[in-house]
């Protein structure tokens, strides 16, 4: 038991739940104590001591049946079913069909008699299916469609049918029929689950057996690259992200407070007192920015806008006034949403009400909206950042609008996932709209957002 629980806590850090040796220390002393014979509290003894994180708990349903469950996939002998004139019949139905089939007669009757696969015949699909070269769980469904092809599970389906209606001809009533076909097909789906669970256990125990590789820090991973879980752990990070780049800014005004010192004024405001500086003179202070964010709601940027939106408003202290906008085909004003709900929650609100469909994304559409109810927003004291890639489904770019926003605004920023040498193809209209602007972030992960927005705040 031990070994298998060594086994079991290594698959779990290799699928990336962090686990200390000290909890793995835990989760033994706890299951002496417990014992092994109740299995929901052998269950929950593990799950306690293992699972730290909500978002691991799935991981941990998964893999925990793959290593101590004994559960077989239910099967009934067919056979006893049958009167001996019946069991006559099905052997001369099963001749006529077979023929030379060999390996799928002796499957069927497999089937008929209610007899899982032995050990041995699991290795061996296993191995003619390649099986001892899995590594991670995602490979597991393609393991177990080659060896349901293996053991012949793909072509049985057919052979049922063809066995029911030769059965039909030799006189089986229908409700006899019916019956019959369903303890084959019950039978057919234990015989798949049993190869799925050994599947799955196999891997299970690979994954066990070699030291997980190391997990690349989830800043750094690109958003279109996110799972689930990489998502909501990032979520998680959020709060502690945003403080940082609050104490960052922060500390540059309080630096900028009396703003920097001025040799050049100071000489010349104390040229009355004969040379000698007594007054200081300092440079204009560090000034909140005023912010209008209009962002790319597509589904391909949607968890960039989620990310962006968060980290702004929990810096708000250090920002004068924020107007935020969203759009796909045309411009929405979020900015009460925003203003009247915690960050987080007005972000998923914001998410919520806005979901992603089946309708294309009109930049220079959203732009002519823009234009017409809400450029007074801009002035020479604004910052103007517009997140998005810049594709858009070949419509009129509005380029003219760009080119007014820039001039009015004190600053405007492109925050774009992609590199320049993806501008201007496909529907980009990105290197079009690049020499309107202030500047182009590179802006693939959480990382190069949250630097990107620390510059901007700092050129302020």
């Not at 005004?253 to 040799?263: L, V």
């Not at 234009?371 to 509005?398: F, Q």
Request: glycine letters at 6%; charged letters at 25%; a negative charge.
């Amino acid at each position: 038991m031990d070994r298998r629980m060594v086994e079991f806590v290594r698959a779990l850090r290799a699928a990336g739940v962090r686990i200390s040796v000290a909890e793995s220390q835990d989760a033994l002393f706890g299951i002496e104590k417990v014992g092994i014979l109740n299995p929901d509290i052998f269950r929950t003894a593990l799950k306690t001591t293992l699972v730290k994180e909500r978002h691991d708990q799935g991981t941990f349903d998964y893999f925990f049946p793959l290593f101590f469950s004994a559960n077989q996939p239910p099967m009934e002998d067919i056979n006893e079913q049958l009167t001996p004139e019946q069991q006559q019949l099905m052997q001369q139905a099963l001749d006529a069909l077979m023929g030379d089939m060999e390996a799928l007669r002796q499957l069927l009757e497999q089937i008929l008699n209610g007899q899982r696969f032995s050990d041995e015949q699991l290795q061996q699909m296993g191995q003619q299916a390649g099986l001892d070269n899995g590594s991670d769980m995602y490979q597991r469904a393609w393991f177990e469609r080659r060896m349901n092809s293996q053991a012949g599970l793909n072509q049985l389906n057919q052979m049922i049918d063809e066995l029911l209606e030769t059965l039909a001809e030799m006189g089986f009533s229908q409700e006899q029929l019916d019956q019959l076909e369903q303890m084959l097909r019950q039978n057919m789906r234990g015989l798949a689950e049993q190869i799925s669970q050994y599947a799955g256990a196999t891997i299970a125990q690979q994954m066990g057996q070699r030291e997980p590789d190391p997990k690349p820090d989830l800043m750094d991973v690109p958003f279109h690259r996110l799972t689930d879980s990489d998502i909501e752990a990032l979520r998680d990070q959020m709060r502690q992200l945003a403080a940082r780049l609050r104490s960052r800014n922060a500390l540059r005004q309080k630096r900028a407070r009396t703003g920097s010192f001025d040799p050049r004024r100071t000489l010349r405001s104390n040229m009355r007192y004969g040379g000698v500086p007594i007054r200081l003179q300092h440079r204009s202070q560090h000034k909140k920015p005023s912010l209008v964010l209009i962002c790319d709601l597509s589904t391909s940027m949607r968890y960039m806008v989620e990310f962006f939106l968060t980290l702004v408003y929990q810096l708000q202290d250090q920002v004068k006034r924020t107007h935020s906008f969203i759009f796909i085909s045309d411009m929405v004003d979020i900015t009460m949403d925003l203003e009247e709900h915690d960050s987080r929650v007005a972000v998923e609100k914001v998410m919520r009400e806005n979901p992603p469909g089946y309708y294309s994304t009109d930049l220079g559409n959203s732009l002519a909206t823009f234009n017409r109810d809400y450029m007074s927003l801009i002035d020479s004291r604004t910052t103007v950042i517009i997140l998005g890639d810049g594709r858009n489904n070949h419509n009129n770019p509005r380029l003219d609008i760009a080119a007014d926003m820039h001039r009015k605004a004190r600053r405007l920023f492109w925050f774009c996932p992609e590199p320049p040498p993806q501008w201007g193809t496909g529907d980009s209209d990105m290197h079009l709209y690049a020499p309107l602007s202030d500047g182009v972030m590179l802006v693939r992960n959480l990382r190069e957002l949250a630097n990107s927005i620390d510059r901007m705040m700092a050129d302020s």
